[in-house]
């Protein structure tokens, strides 16, 4: 059969062809030292126990992972005092946002997601065929009042992640209550807690409580940032009980591989490794947040292992990137953010932190860096 227009190739399913490809960060060219601050992994690297549990799966690789994960999940649900049957565990979290449009969106529903949220939301929401529609923040911080007024009802999911990625700020639990107590119980709410191991704030929560009491909250966490394992890939949500059993439906019955469960088990149960981690950033963040300002840079304040940094024109940020990788030092362009005024910073090793002070302080006396 032949069809109307005489073009017989398969077509991807309307929605895929709006879809501008996830841009990872860079990780810079051959040669020199490189220095990877651009993809917000950890400088401390996995912990040494992850490792060596990685290292034991290798006798083991022709035999399939055990499909519903239950030794990691056991492992979380003890870890995080939580009901194991509720945590669905994923191929990074990233799996799991797509899974739970797969399972809630289709053609004809909405998806919410925040002006400079994370840029897999919009990705997510379009590949299950839905809408997605854009709330306005304040401050580039997620607001709360412009997420409801957003919601019709053909509003299935909303994304939420806080801290968010790429600015940095977050909400307060009561904000997160307060939209969680308004929401009709028909919509979604996806808490996508990815940095919440790294937030010091006593009026912040990553939202478990909400995920515990409600039958439409999901809180998502990943093993990618403070646990090292991005390369790993592996995440876990909690979820309703419901909402649970349709991802497990949906998902790929070995999706989560041998090694990823394996060395999750031994990161999550290497709490030292975790807290320093911790101590590294409660010293670095704030070190670089202040010498970056006195450079005459201003940063979003953030309470993640990432900065955000303001030029004062597209073509300066760009000149600031051009000068910042011939030092070896990989930043990550946040253009697709709606945001090519500015550059993102991870915390890095005390090394990278200062080279980098010390470069954009080089860039901002050089003629590039000097000029309007
Ligand atoms: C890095 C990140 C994730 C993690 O994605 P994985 O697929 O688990 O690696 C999720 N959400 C946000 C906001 C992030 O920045």
Same mark, same amino acid.
Request: hydrophobic share 40%; with cysteine; net charge neutral.
């Given at each position: 059969? %032949?069809?109307?227009?005489?073009? &017989?190739? #398969?077509?991807?399913? #309307?929605?895929?062809?709006?879809?501008?490809?996830?841009?990872?960060?860079? $990780? +810079?060219?051959?040669?020199?030292?490189?220095? !990877?601050?651009?993809?917000?992994?950890?400088?401390?690297?996995?912990?040494?126990?992850?490792?060596?549990?990685?290292?034991?799966?290798?006798?083991?690789?022709?035999?399939?992972?055990?499909?519903?994960? $239950?030794?990691?999940?056991?492992?979380?649900?003890?870890?995080?005092?939580?009901?194991?049957?509720?945590?669905?565990? +994923?191929?990074?979290?990233?799996?799991? *946002?797509?899974?739970?449009? %797969?399972?809630?969106?289709?053609? +004809?529903?909405? +998806?919410?997601?925040? %002006?400079?949220?994370?840029?897999?939301?919009?990705?997510?929401?379009?590949?299950?065929?839905?809408? #997605?529609?854009?709330?306005?923040?304040?401050?580039?911080?997620?607001?709360?009042?412009?997420?409801? &007024?957003?919601?019709?009802?053909?509003?299935?999911?909303?994304?939420?992640?806080?801290?968010?990625?790429?600015?940095?700020?977050?909400?307060?639990?009561?904000?997160?209550?307060?939209?969680?107590?308004?929401?009709?119980?028909?919509?979604?709410?996806?808490?996508?807690?990815?940095?919440?191991?790294?937030?010091?704030?006593?009026?912040?929560?990553?939202?478990?409580?909400?995920?515990?009491?409600?039958?439409?909250?999901?809180?998502?966490?990943?093993?990618?940032?403070?646990?090292?394992?991005?390369?790993?890939?592996?995440?876990?949500?909690?979820?309703?009980?419901?909402?649970?059993?349709? *991802?497990?439906?949906?998902?790929? =019955?070995?999706?989560?591989?041998?090694?990823?469960?394996?060395?999750?088990?031994?990161?999550?149960?290497?709490?030292?490794?975790?807290? !320093?981690?911790?101590?590294?950033?409660? !010293?670095?963040? =704030?070190?670089?947040?202040?010498?970056?300002?006195?450079?005459?840079?201003?940063?979003?304040?953030?309470?993640?292992?990432?900065?955000?940094? %303001?030029?004062?024109?597209?073509?300066?940020?760009?000149?600031?990137?051009?000068?910042?990788?011939?030092?070896?030092?990989?930043?990550?362009?946040?253009?697709?953010?709606? *945001?090519?005024?500015?550059?993102?910073?991870?915390?890095? $090793?005390?090394?990278?932190?200062?080279?980098?002070?010390?470069?954009?302080?080089?860039?901002?006396?050089? !003629?590039?860096?000097?000029?309007?």
């Amino acid at each position: 059969m %032949h069809s109307p227009d005489g073009n &017989e190739r #398969p077509r991807p399913k #309307p929605g895929v062809l709006e879809i501008n490809p996830y841009r990872p960060g860079k $990780t +810079g060219a051959g040669g020199k030292k490189i220095y !990877k601050l651009s993809s917000n992994e950890t400088p401390l690297g996995a912990s040494p126990k992850a490792r060596e549990a990685f290292k034991r799966v290798a006798d083991r690789l022709d035999i399939y992972p055990e499909g519903p994960a $239950t030794a990691l999940r056991e492992a979380i649900g003890m870890r995080f005092g939580l009901d194991p049957a509720r945590i669905v565990c +994923g191929a990074g979290s990233d799996e799991l *946002l797509s899974l739970l449009c %797969h399972a809630f969106v289709g053609p +004809g529903d909405e +998806g919410i997601y925040t %002006h400079y949220g994370f840029a897999v939301y919009r990705i997510a929401i379009l590949t299950a065929g839905g809408t #997605p529609v854009m709330a306005e923040e304040k401050d580039f911080t997620t607001d709360v009042d412009a997420i409801l &007024e957003k919601v019709t009802p053909n509003t299935r999911i909303i994304f939420l992640a806080n801290p968010n990625n790429p600015t940095g700020t977050y909400l307060p639990f009561s904000e997160i209550k307060r939209l969680a107590a308004t929401l009709p119980r028909h919509v979604l709410l996806v808490l996508d807690a990815a940095y919440a191991e790294y937030v010091t704030r006593n009026d912040y929560s990553p939202g478990l409580e909400l995920a515990l009491t409600s039958e439409n909250i999901v809180m998502t966490r990943t093993f990618s940032k403070i646990y090292g394992l991005a390369g790993l890939r592996l995440g876990w949500c909690y979820a309703p009980a419901s909402i649970a059993d349709a *991802l497990n439906r949906i998902r790929g =019955p070995f999706n989560v591989s041998t090694a990823a469960m394996e060395a999750g088990i031994a990161a999550l149960q290497d709490v030292e490794h975790i807290d !320093k981690a911790i101590a590294h950033n409660e !010293k670095w963040l =704030p070190w670089l947040e202040q010498e970056i300002t006195s450079i005459g840079i201003p940063v979003t304040p953030s309470v993640g292992n990432f900065l955000l940094l %303001h030029f004062k024109s597209t073509q300066q940020a760009r000149a600031a990137d051009v000068f910042l990788t011939q030092r070896g030092l990989i930043l990550r362009a946040v253009d697709v953010y709606d *945001l090519p005024q500015c550059l993102r910073l991870t915390v890095g $090793t005390e090394e990278a932190n200062r080279l980098v002070v010390s470069a954009l302080a080089d860039f901002m006396r050089s !003629k590039d860096g000097s000029r309007d």
